[in-house]
């Protein structure tokens, strides 16, 4: 699987495609810091890149500070993450490249 995290696409008409549980570390190991900006509502954290040319994105969902404030979990500590996508066969494939490391 090829992926490319410099892709300049933007996410129009993503959604939620899947979820993995997985250390805020281990992401930044494998897909270098968060390379999207967050909505400062809803999502802390959000990567977006391409896999075999299928635009993705990473994120956590109502979990973290911007959304619970004091009650929220500090992104470091973030392990529930949804992945975006325009379709399952993206999200699959992001688990799969993620189970690969």
Do not use: C
Request: proline letters at 2%; a negative charge.
């Amino acid at each position: 699987m090829k992926v490319n995290m410099d892709t300049k696409q933007t996410p129009n008409g993503t959604s939620y495609q899947a979820e993995i549980d997985i250390a805020y570390s281990e992401l930044v190991i494998i897909f270098g810091q968060p390379n999207r900006d967050n909505d400062g509502y809803k999502v802390d954290a959000e990567w977006g890149g391409e896999i075999d040319g299928e635009f993705f994105t990473i994120y956590n969902y109502k979990t973290g500070k911007n959304y619970l404030g004091e009650e929220g979990k500090e992104v470091e500590n973030i392990r529930e993450w949804h992945i975006g996508g325009y379709n399952k066969k993206t999200g699959k494939k992001v688990i799969e490249y993620i189970e690969s490391f």
